[in-house]
Nanobody, 121 residues
Framework: VQLQASGGGLVQAGDSLRLSCAAS????????MGWFRQAPGKERDLVAA????????EYADSVKGRFTISRDNAKNTVYLQMNSLKPEDTAVYYC???????????????WGQGTLVTVSS
């Protein structure tokens, strides 16, 4: 499956952004989806993950209550709504897919190219 992330940009602290990740080349509804982020010099960490049918989602503690992951299987797309953005949210955001739900980046087989989110103070 191929993944194409979009929606990043430069925003101010407190603003909102919605990232999208469009999938192609596979049966999207078979896959759990995750959003991860990587800041310069840091590891790629989970932001949020969602099961194949959207029935369950998990979040990093740092984004709980601010970010929401969702998916539209009819549109082969997963979203990350990011509210109340903080400078520490600045990172390249990646979407990922795998047949099995996981919080671990190493468990995901398919990755998008990343989209940069920069939050100024």
């Amino acid at each position: 499956v191929q993944l194409q992330a979009s929606g990043g940009g430069l925003v101010q602290a407190g603003d909102s952004l919605r990232l999208s990740c469009a999938a192609s080349g596979g049966t999207f509804s078979n896959y759990a989806m995750g959003w991860f982020r990587q800041a310069p010099g840091k590891e790629r960490d989970l932001v949020a993950a969602i099961t194949w049918n959207g029935g369950m989602a998990e979040y990093a503690d740092s984004v709980k209550g601010r970010f929401t992951i969702s998916r539209d299987n009819a549109k082969n797309t997963v979203y990350l709504q990011m509210n109340s953005l903080k400078p520490e949210d600045t990172a390249v955001y990646y979407c990922a897919a795998d047949l099995y739900f996981s919080r671990r980046a190493t468990n995901y087989d398919y990755w998008g190219q990343g989209t940069l989110v920069t939050v100024s103070s």
